[in-house]
């Protein structure tokens, strides 16, 4: 039996475009189009013409090569023709192969929202439909809140359906607009519209307000769907849509969808997965979720003891699919929850052999205990747990040491009576024989005028640490044993693109975040090999 084909619609674009502080902008679009492209998606849905500004500049060229570009808008307004819609106008002006119309499937929602009667809804369908398509466009029309409402009037909702796909449209998606369907109902129900028409012709578009978007789309295809729309990340109005990335991985990775069912995604492209995930959170300025499915950075992290140690025999007692499939990695963390089996693997990792047997392992596995009891986590901060190795087995050298350093907080009325905050930080620091005293200011708080001073003069190391710049600052306060405490993590880059973090504790967060700042430096110059 030959494969069924499964055609991928990504949406990250315009239902993407709807989740809350996500602005793509229109450089923006063109890259996610084009990885969406070289990913192998067959749709991509570049926004709504017509709706603003940047969505209708977008769609004055064409950005993709292989995968269809739509354009999403809706069904023409009742008491017009589609000829004298100008929201039809704007689809067909735009260049795109595929226009995507939405119409309301639910007897309320025409009664409610759109305020027309149920057969103006029917006529506005067929007549958007048909007009798209004398434009020689593929059609398709998104039933919006098809699952309501086929519970509430079945009737009306496969009318809606059958109308756009007696009136020519491809494809007709099946909308859980709300997101409250279950899996068991979105099987049945689309089970018995593949009685009206064929699955190949019928899509899901599945919304996560019940956490079961992915569910959701393969028991849609289960009852016969082949287009799955869906987001990068999950991305889409508030809880978001079907994580395309989670799907590619199930359908490809996952035997019993592999085998009856094919998608675009080659064996290639789904290697990239973890990156076009990445990549997508990167241009938006969002921390990528670490447990993500496939792709998160804890996807294939095993912190627990007596896992690490299987996981070291055979990867596949804690693995449901091989990491480097989707292009992740392994990891196994060192923590208070791990053993020497962790300890060895994460060495290893970062460069540090030290076999079982090493007496300074133990060494390394209590310090790491004591300073987890403490508030640090190594588990975030690699470059933290690398010079503490180091220090411990005898390979790091002493740079510098920190004679003191102050800093302070002043607000205060400037020469124009404007009420300024400013920070200013003395850092005094011995390299070798040397002492060097460094002072600097900062509008941007404390931490960054002791950054500031910290870097300003490293004596016979300063031009190595010149391109050093810290590019995320997080601060969490807990209670350790019974006082607060404040763990500070710095994540540092370098001129080559190279980023590292590092763990700083304390009762006092300016103190927390020296620490960090100090380890960062240390790593630096044990990147570039500088010796003491
Ligand atoms: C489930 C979904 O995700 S659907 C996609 C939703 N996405 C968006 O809405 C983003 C882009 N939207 C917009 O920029 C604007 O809403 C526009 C430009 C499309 C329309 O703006 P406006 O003309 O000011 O209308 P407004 O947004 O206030 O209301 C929508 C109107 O469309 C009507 N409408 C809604 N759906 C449909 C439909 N499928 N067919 C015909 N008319 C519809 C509503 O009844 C309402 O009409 P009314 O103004 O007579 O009350
Ligand atoms: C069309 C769409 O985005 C929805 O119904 O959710």
């Known amino acids: 039996m030959s494969a069924a084909r499964i055609h991928l619609f990504d949406t990250t674009l315009r ?26 998606i067959d749709y991509v849905e570049g926004g709504y013409p017509g709706a603003n500004p940047l969505d209708t500049a977008f769609f004055a060229q064409k950005p993709t090569t292989q995968a269809k570009f739509a354009a999403f808008g809706m069904t023409k307004r009742a008491g017009r023709s589609a000829a ?9 002006e735009a260049k795109a192969d595929a226009i995507v119309f939405v ?4 007897d309320y929602h025409v009664h409610v929202a759109l305020e027309i009667p149920l057969e103006d809804n029917l006529i506005g369908i067929a007549e958007s439909v048909e007009a798209a398509r004398a434009a020689g466009r593929e059609v398709m029309l998104d039933c919006e809140h098809f699952f309501d409402g086929y519970k509430a009037n079945p009737d009306y909702a496969l009318s809606c359906a059958r109308t756009a796909y007696e ?33 190949d012709h019928l899509g899901i578009h599945a919304h996560d ?25 999950g991305l889409g109005e508030r809880c978001g849509n079907a994580n395309l990335v989670t799907l590619i991985g199930a359908l490809k ?33 969002r921390a990528p979720n670490r447990h993500a499915p496939f792709v998160g950075a804890s996807a294939f992290t095993t912190k627990a003891g007596i896992h690490a140690s299987a996981v070291l025999k055979d990867p596949r007692t804690y693995e449901h699919v091989p990491p480097e499939a989707t292009g992740n990695l392994r990891k196994v963390l060192i923590s208070d929850q791990g053993g020497k089996s962790n300890l060895v693997a994460e060495l290893e990792r970062i460069g540090v052999t030290l076999g079982r047997d090493d007496p300074r392992l133990g060494r390394v596995l209590d310090e790491v205990k004591e300073k987890e009891a403490q508030g640090y986590a190594f588990e975030g901060a690699d470059a933290s747990f ?58 941007l708080g404390p931490v960054n005028a002791l950054d500031l001073a910290l870097r300003k003069d490293l004596g016979r190391y300063q031009s190595l640490i010149e391109g050093l710049r810290l590019v995320d600052y997080k601060v969490r306060v807990f ?23 590092t763990v700083g504790v304390s009762a006092n967060i300016i103190d927390a975040s020296f620490q960090a700042l100090v380890d960062s430096i240390t790593y630096k110059l044990m990147r570039e090999g500088a010796t003491a």
């Not at 998606?173 to 593949?194: H, K, M, R, S």
């Not at 009856?260 to 990167?282: C, K, N, P, W």
């Not at 002043?410 to 400013?422: D, I, K, S």
């Open 103 to 106: 119409a309301k499937a639910w």
């Open 167 to 199: 009136a020519g449209a491809r494809w007709v998606v099946l909308c859980d607009t709300n997101g409250g369907t279950l899996p068991d109902e979105i099987g049945t129900i689309v089970a018995e519209v593949t009685k009206t028409i064929p699955g």
């Open 84 to 92: 004298n819609d100008p929201g039809i106008a704007a689809l067909l």
């Open 479 to 501: 209670q350790g044993g019974t006082d607060a405490v404040t763990r500070v993590l710095i994540e540092s880059a370098d001129e080559t693109g190279a980023r590292w973090t």
């Open 253 to 285: 990775l996952k035997e019993r969808y592999r085998e009856r069912f094919a998608i675009g995604v080659g064996e290639a492209q789904l290697g990239e997965l973890t990156h076009v995930s990445r990549a997508l959170d990167e241009m938006l300025n």
């Open 209 to 233: 307000d019940c956490g079961c978007a992915v569910a959701n789309s393969l028991a849609a295809v289960e009852a016969g769907a082949r287009q799955i729309q869906g987001t990068l990340n």
């Open 386 to 443: 690398f010079l503490l190795a180091k220090r411990i087995i005898g390979e790091l050298p002493a740079y510098f040491e920190i004679e003191r350093f102050t800093a302070n907080v002043e607000r205060r009325h400037n020469a124009l009576g404007e009420l300024v905050t400013f920070s200013e930080a003395i850092v005094k620091v011995k390299v070798g024989e040397e002492v060097l005293i460094s002072v600097a200011e900062s509008a």
């Open 15 to 40: 239902d993407g475009a709807q989740t809350t502080g996500v602005d793509f902008s229109l450089d923006d679009k063109r890259s996610v189009a084009a990885m969406l492209d070289k990913l192998g």
